[in-house]
């Protein structure tokens, strides 16, 4: 009886995402398979490289390539797009033995996917009238919206500062040594400002503020956890493009929708 398409095809998946090739007498085995194998195996190492350039340096090409190749069979692509694959890295480093002398690799992947992210979010164009929301309701009932591709990464490593010594060579790779010994953390923010991506260190308080809006959390909500000057972190938020909206929360007290703002 002639094996049925769909399990022909499931067997050729599974022999492509296992992390050997198949013995000699397996369902799929030859140089053909071998070809697509190595096909693949060369678009993650290109892949990850684009969206990890530090990471790959910090390690080596060496070392860097067969991670590629064990991510892809660990963590496949879901999608036709490889541009959009490679977010488990940062986990996936965690559970690497062989790369714990580099405690701070895992954060410098959540940095860099970040960056990645936000390198192909839309832009955002201010919703200047929705802020008229921030005089009729009280901060409890209200979302901010940030721009999109905005992230929080939180280290107790100098991971911007580890990103822009390979990147950008400042600072220089002296004072990244001193901050790694010394066990300076870094918070950083990455964003949108229109079309520009932005990213910029944040002390651990905003940090908590803005990772607490991007979980979703209200304005209310996000200040009761974290108390900040709310009046000039939203003038300097707005300014930068980092908040483009406010939105009334879905659920009123009184269990009215609220007034839309006057325009």
Known sequence: MNTPLAQRQSELLDALLQPRPPEPGAAWHGKGLSAYRAN??????????????????????????????????????????LSEWGAALAAFITAQSDLNGLPYLSDVARLEWALHLASRAANATPDAASFAWLQREPPERLRL??????????????????????LHGEPDFATVARRLSDGVAESVRVWRQGATLRLTPVDDTLARFEAALLGGHTLGQALDDTPIDAVAWLGEAVRSGLCVGVTPDAIHNEGEPPCPPTR
């Open 40 to 81: 693949a195996h060369a678009h993650a190492e290109r892949a990850l490289r684009d969206a990890y350039p530090v990471v790959a340096q910090l390690i080596g090409e060496d070392a860097f390539h067969p991670l590629a190749r064990a991510l892809w069979h660990h963590h496949p692509p879901e999608r036709g797009d």
């Open 145 to 166: 919206r940030l721009a999109p591709g905005t992230a929080i990464v939180r280290s107790p490593w100098p991971v911007l500062s580890l990103l822009d010594a390979h």
